[in-house]
């Protein structure tokens, strides 16, 4: 039984950062990429020195001109990356599923990564490289959706400079079970081809699969042992693991990470924080992983070793209109503006090394770290629809018990709508606090609201005079949310709390999605509003 077959895991990111996919560098590091879907900057790329502990070094997708779309729903976007190094160069495949396929190249990830080469004629998602030693190149994925092509792994050549695919495309493995193979990944060790996928689908079914074979079309031999990982049917913490990727598949000793979910201990099990990458070493035994049917778990919360700390501002879609802008408070980093992020004035070049990458116009820029930091919005008479460009801007939830609190420092700037902090977990599952536009008597009002697939409910409100600068605050925890508004001039105390909202609202279970909490910053209607010592803790 899976159960009893568990071992302890390290999370190695907090917050949804799923699909990870790792190499090896030369200079004997590693590098991991993850899905993004439908926020930007995208692709996140961290750098590890053991493969344990990772800090980002930038987004691979960090320019509007590598993002193109016409339209764009929630977890649309950016699907299950796979990053190599050959021959001097990495390469970076990965599916825009408002788009096609592409490939980025990097000569160094830290400096940036290069505009799109779309791959023709390759349907389907979640493609994946593998370089053989005659140099050949493989790109393999799972079927392309028409009703020629059944469920499984494909595979042709391709011509990476380019993104020709060389060969038909060619069924590789259909899976174990017939659900959702997906996720493949091609290897070579002491002269055989290892393909591992994902299969049982991304939910609680979810599992992961290895086979080999002589050569890169097979036939492929199963693993007597399959599924190497899976927490499926347990009541263990982390659920949903899969999605593999490994360094060192030719050596005796294997990095592999993989995603899974954290779950709460309600019945049954909720989880909202997204799918998080975690790692594991393992050996080999008469050319198999010793793995089988292995089970990974974890506590809740974490204890601050897994990047929990780490603010990057990113948004739903591209800010098209120019909406928003980050500065750092009291010299705290760079900032964001426009999707792009900028230096403050005055600062040195120096100061803006590590991380850097080009933006559109060239020009130095860095990964927004900014912790607090000011946020200045202009509002759009919108919705949290992802039709009209960004919404909001914010920071991923990294663990259940957290906080993430804004001062609204010009209440009575907003002439219509309204502006505040949300918990997003897409265009129809959200919660905010809101401070909506002053009426004729100078005073406002503050609500706390749930949003749920159409279902509006008023957790609490209360009104305050315009000359009040509130502090908007959300707390979470392993069972959901409380809001609270604070202004020492207002209330005795400091603090007013406005209800707490079960997290199962914006759980996998009901929100559905690939994706996890954005907590972020907001302003709907007419007006320019500014948020000061925007925070978030965990």
Known sequence: MTLFNCKPVHRIASGFHPDPSICATPQGTYLMVNSSFEYFPGLPVFESDDGEHWHKIGDAMNRTGQFPYESMGNSQGIYAPTLRWYDGKYYLIVTNVNKGNMILTSDDPHAGWSDPIWVDGWPGIDPSLFFDDDGAAYICGNEGGGPDEPAGIYLSKIDVTNGTVLTKRRRICGGITG?????PHMY??????YLMWAEGGTESGHMENIARAAAPEGPYEMYPGNPLITNRSTHLTLQAIGHCDCAHIDAERTLMVFHGTRNNDEYPAQGWIGREPYA??????DGWP?????????????????????????TPSIDKAGWYAVTPVAGNGPGLRNGRIHRPVGMMDGAVREGAAMDDAHTTTVASTANPAMIAIRAAAQSFDLSQGA???????TDFHCEFGATLANADSLSAGETGIAVYANAD???????????????FRVEATVHNAGLVTLVGTVSMPVKVSPRLIVRGDERGYAFAVADTGAFAGGERTLGRVPGKVLSFNNAGGFTGILLGVYAHGRGDVTFADVRYTA
């Open 429 to 443: 599952h959200y919660l905010t606090l809101a401070v909506h536009a002053a009426d004729s008597n100078g005073m």
């Open 188 to 193: 070579k060790r002491d002269g055989l081809y």
């Open 290 to 314: 010793e793995l089988a049917d292995q089970s990974y778990d974890c506590e809740l919360n974490g204890r601050g070793e897994s990047l929990e700390s780490d603010v990057e501002w990113v």
């Open 280 to 285: 594991v070493w393992f050996g080999w035994k």
């Open 179 to 183: 659900s959702n193979p997906e996720g």
């Open 391 to 397: 919404p909001m801007i914010g920071t991923r939830q």
